[in-house]
């Protein structure tokens, strides 16, 4: 099924799905991690892929940079492709005592969007992964000796010029990692119900002006998709 914003045939991307924002990230993680990937999407650039992982059919896709454009595809991989998990495989800001290449599982993520106000009546929605993919992320980590920790995040819908006071909010909160789509992919998720998790890499601390270099990130990148595909096997 053809819809606005993926070119897909039916049945041309599996029930679950790997969203990296960057659409040549999720070509990347197709070359690298899945067998016999095959081309699922191009429309917009945003670049999909279906392939195998131990025999599971797994796709991949772009989600684009905040929770409109990740909502979009999020939606339309649920309602029109029977999509029922999705990991979002990401970076984020890290905040207070986290390390450059730190492993995040988002158990929750707060937000300064009005995107699940909107969607429920202007109540605040506890924005929250799926249990069992937490649960399988945090043991798969366990069983590949991959440090990863279950973290509280905030997604922002700014990346420049935000709330000034924000670090010292997220601080006061313990709230580690800083990105801008999984607030909004979980409210949808509740919804839809669909099983869905962030796990996110921290390439940059944003109190230390500490960035990840290209090569760090690479590897960093590699250990969390090896980590989400294993628990996604399991
Ligand atoms: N802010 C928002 N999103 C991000 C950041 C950040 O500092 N780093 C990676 N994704």
């Known amino acids: 099924m053809s819809t ?24 990347h993680i197709a070359r690298e991690f ?13 670049l999909g892929y279906t392939g195998t992982y131990r025999g599971q059919r797994i796709s991949v896709l772009g989600s ?19 999509v029922r998990r999705i990991v979002r495989v990401g970076t984020c800001g890290g905040v207070g005592d986290v390390a450059l290449g730190d492993i995040l599982l988002a158990q929750s993520a707060s937000t300064d969007s009005r995107f699940n ?20 992320a945090a043991d798969a980590a366990t069983a ?17 010029d935000g709330d000034p006071h924000l670090m ?11 990105e801008m789509e999984s607030a909004g992919l979980y409210g949808l998720a509740m919804r839809e119900g669909l ?32 980590l989400v595909l294993e628990a996604l096997a399991a």
């Open 4 to 27: 606005p914003h993926l070119d897909a045939a039916p049945g041309q991307i599996a029930p679950t799905v790997l969203l990296p924002g960057d659409p040549l990230r999720a070509r």
């Open 117 to 136: 106000r909107l969607q429920f009546g202007g109540h605040d929605l506890a924005a929250c992964a799926d249990f069992e993919l937490l649960r399988a």
């Open 64 to 82: 684009g940079m905040g929770i409109p454009s990740c909502a979009i595809y999020a939606t339309e991989l649920v309602r029109f492709h029977g």
């Open 144 to 160: 590949l000796g991959i440090p990863a920790r279950v973290a509280a995040i905030f997604s922002t819908d700014c990346f420049y």
């Open 168 to 178: 010292e909010r997220l601080i006061r909160h313990r709230i580690v990692g800083v």
């Open 195 to 226: 099983r869905a998790l962030s796990v996110l890499a921290v390439s940059d601390h944003l109190q230390r002006d500490e960035h990840m270099a290209p090569e760090q990130r690479e590897q960093g990148l590699s250990a969390m998709v090896s």
């Open 34 to 46: 899945l067998s016999d990937a095959t081309e699922a999407n191009t429309r917009r650039n945003m």
